[in-house]
């Protein structure tokens, strides 16, 4: 990848829109074939039950392990089942595990992939991820992007590695404090549905599975291989890009979130068919830059001090525009 100049300390302000919107519109013209890609998936709920399954039954399986072998097993194993969890509920927020037509039990379907992650957030993760495509970089609207206060400290090796290691308290508090929104029935019946499952498992196997789920979940969103998509995704490593892709072997256990360039230009395709846009329209893709190492994402992104939470490129949006898209 290529580094930007100097050290930051601001964002990458632009003037122009974000380029997704028009690069659809031009793909769509040529390769119109790409629309019978949109729609459901019908493996995503097969596979994603079978990972719920599965970490219930870690759960039984890890109720006697000494305290050592639940953090060892939380990060290595159930983490990156977790992790991986948390970017189908990022599939199922486009309504691709049972369509459009269907959408309260995409909602519902995002709760059950929601349990084995310990806490409550397939429901505000939606709402919130709608503003990220819709406002890409939008100040104020888009909470992928780091505060100015998070710009301004961790801009050292190891306060960015702190950030890093507490990436998943930032995500879950910015959203609170830079465009809060009023909590939603879905979200009430989410924290209902989670908590319901936590004392279940708690009531049958204790509290060491309980840690299992909860510490695997932060774990792998903090320091750890996949984590890397967090950084890679949009973090200005060239000048001028907002949006890379990564088409590594971790995409088989990411639901192909690595495919993000691919993503923002159409939404509604789902991760599993996200290699056939590329492959459609490769002449689009191919020169543009791209990770081929999440954990190298990390490396560069602790050790260059042009990389950092600054390292971000935002917009504003008018309020006009805003009003007229929520309505």
Request: hydrophobic content about 40%; proline content about 6%; charged content about 20%.
């Amino acid at each position: 990848m290529g580094k930007t100049e100097g050290g930051r300390g601001d964002f990458e302000w632009v003037y122009t829109d974000q380029p997704h919107t028009s690069r659809r519109k031009e793909i769509l013209a040529k390769y119109p074939q790409i629309k019978s890609l949109m729609g459901p998936d019908p493996q995503l709920k097969w596979v994603v039950s079978g990972m719920v399954l599965t970490q219930i039954f870690a759960c039984y399986l890890v109720q006697d392990l000494p305290w050592k072998w639940i953090f060892f097993w939380a990060y290595a194993f159930g983490g990156c089942i977790n992790h991986s969890l948390t970017l189908a509920i990022h599939d199922i927020s486009h309504n691709v595990a049972f369509g459009n037509k269907l959408a309260k039990w995409n909602r519902w379907f995002a709760m059950w992939a929601n349990l084995p992650i310990g806490v409550p957030y397939s429901a505000s993760f939606k709402k919130y991820h709608v503003d990220h495509h819709r406002y890409l970089g939008g100040d104020q609207l888009d909470v992928d992007i780091p505060t100015d206060l998070e710009g301004w400290f961790f801009c050292t090796p190891a306060r960015k590695l702190v950030w890093l290691f507490l990436q998943p308290l930032f995500y879950a508090l910015r959203p609170l404090l830079v465009n809060p929104k009023p909590v939603g029935q879905l979200e009430i019946q989410n924290a209902v549905f989670q908590l319901t499952a936590d004392l279940i498992i708690f009531y049958f196997w204790g509290i060491k599975p309980i840690v299992y789920l909860i510490a695997g979940s932060i774990l792998s969103m903090g320091i750890h291989p996949i984590s890397g998509h967090f950084i890679a995704e949009h973090y200005m490593f060239l000048k001028g890009h907002e949006t890379y892709s990564y088409y590594g072997p971790l995409n088989l256990i990411t639901f192909n979130v690595g495919y993000h360039m691919e993503h923002h230009d159409f939404p509604s395709v789902p991760g599993s068919k996200l290699p056939q846009v590329k492959q459609i329209a490769s002449e689009y893709y191919d020169n543009l830059p791209q990770h081929t190492s999440w954990t190298r994402v990390l490396w560069d992104f602790v050790f260059d001090d042009s990389i950092g939470p600054y390292a971000r490129i935002k917009r504003e949006y008018s309020l006009k525009m805003k009003d007229k898209n929520r309505d």
